[in-house]
């Protein structure tokens, strides 16, 4: 089992920056594929950004390259996603997940373990 939780949610400005954390903890963290999606009311949850298992591999949905940027410690079991230049499109629950299967995950499905969600609520 893999035990997921998320900080750093909150509200922002338009155009402002938040940075996102996630704690793992139960298994091997350096062997575990990363990921944030995200999810709005009435919607399918929706990929956003992952990272291979040592970080060297890294891969963003269209809708956030260049304004979002997915990292990870190993050492402190934690991922991160830097998000700057918020739009309130970006609006949302954001969720960390865990794959224990790929090497890098880039769809929902492949994601085997999730945390609570965090509100990001971005103003106009």
């Known amino acids: 089992q893999v035990q997921l939780v998320e900080s750093g949610g909150g509200l922002v400005q338009a155009g402002g920056s938040l940075r996102l954390s996630c704690a793992a903890s139960?298994?091997?963290?350096?062997?575990?594929?990363m990921g944030w999606l995200r999810q709005t009311p009435g919607k399918e949850r929706e990929f956003v950004a992952a990272?291979?298992?040592?970080?060297?591999?890294?891969y963003y949905a269209d809708s956030v390259k260049g304004r979002f940027t997915v990292s990870r410690d190993n050492a402190k079991n934690t991922v991160y996603l830097q998000m700057n230049s918020l739009k309130p499109e970006d609006t949302a629950v954001y969720y960390c997940?865990?794959?224990?299967?790929?090497?890098?995950?880039?769809?929902?499905?492949?994601?085997?373990?999730w945390g609570q969600g965090t509100q990001v609520t971005v103003s106009s």
């Open positions: 997940a865990a794959s224990s299967t790929a090497i890098m995950a880039t769809t929902t499905n492949e994601y085997d373990y």
């Open positions: 139960g298994r091997t963290f350096s062997m575990l594929a």
């Open positions: 990272i291979s298992w040592s970080g060297s591999r890294t």
